[in-house]
């Protein structure tokens, strides 16, 4: 158990909804970070937040979103989905801000738009 | 912007063969990290190597960062079958806050 729980582990859903994905990281981590896998593909970065901050940003479409709380779990919102949205979404952790920390991932939700 | 491929893609061996995979970076990196992600299952992290040159080993699996710190390698001896799945690199570069991930090595190992 990596101490990252992502919730919830499926979504299925139409072209054009809205969802949202939650992550809360370990005790104690204060980055959090968002991976997309499509199916049989690599780890896409779409962006990692710091202690309620923004701190980088990849790939991410202008219809995704995301946000850090004071209690530092995160939310990633998908809006106008399409069907090529359709994958495992990674939340990860760790504790400091740079990429020198190990990441800890969450079991992910997988993501399934009609 | 960064690139960090692998290869192979894909590897079938027998149990008891030995497994490499090659990770190499478009740029130098700061540091290098190794993944496992079993199946079905969400990535682990494996080991982090930071120094031009850096061997690790840990039981059967040697990782190597290059000279250049542009490259990294992965070696398995004597697979067994526990050692299914993918194998992903990542590097970070001073330049760009986030790790990087490579494309991936699946491993396939029959008995």
């Known amino acids: 158990d990596s101490g990252v729980t992502q919730t919830p582990k499926h979504l299925i859903t139409a072209t054009g909804q809205r969802v949202t994905l939650r992550c809360s990281p370990r005790?104690?981590?204060?980055?959090v970070y968002w991976y997309q896998q499509s199916l049989d593909q690599g780890l896409q970065f779409l962006i990692q937040?710091?202690?309620?901050?923004?701190?980088a940003k990849g790939n991410i479409l202008e219809r995704f979103s995301a946000q850090q709380f004071p209690d530092l779990h995160s939310e990633l919102n998908l809006s106008s989905l399409e069907l090529g949205d359709s994958a495992l979404y990674f939340c990860?952790?760790?504790?400091?801000?740079?990429?020198?920390?190990?990441?800890?991932f969450g079991n992910g939700t997988r993501l399934t738009v009609t | 912007g960064q690139q960090v491929m692998q290869i192979p893609q894909y590897q079938h061996v027998q149990e008891g063969e030995d497994f490499t995979t090659y990770c190499n970076s478009s740029?130098?990196?700061?540091?290098i990290q190794w993944y496992k992600q079993r199946p079905g299952g969400h990535p682990v992290f494996l080991i982090q190597?930071?120094?031009?040159?850096e061997v690790k080993k840990q039981k059967r699996l040697t990782f190597q960062f290059g000279e250049a710190k542009k490259n990294s390698s992965l070696h398995i001896t004597a697979t067994q079958t526990t050692d299914v799945g993918t194998y992903f690199c990542?590097?970070?570069?001073?330049?760009?806050?986030?790790?990087?991930f490579g494309t991936g090595t699946r491993l396939q190992v029959t008995l």
């Open positions: 990860a952790s760790s504790p400091g801000a740079y990429y020198n920390s190990p990441l800890h």
């Open positions: 005790s104690g981590d204060l980055s």
């Open positions: 937040y710091y202690n309620g901050e923004e701190r």
């Open positions: 740029t130098t990196l700061s540091n």
């Open positions: 190597l930071v120094k031009s040159g």
């Open positions: 990542a590097g970070g570069t001073g330049t760009a806050s986030k790790l990087t």
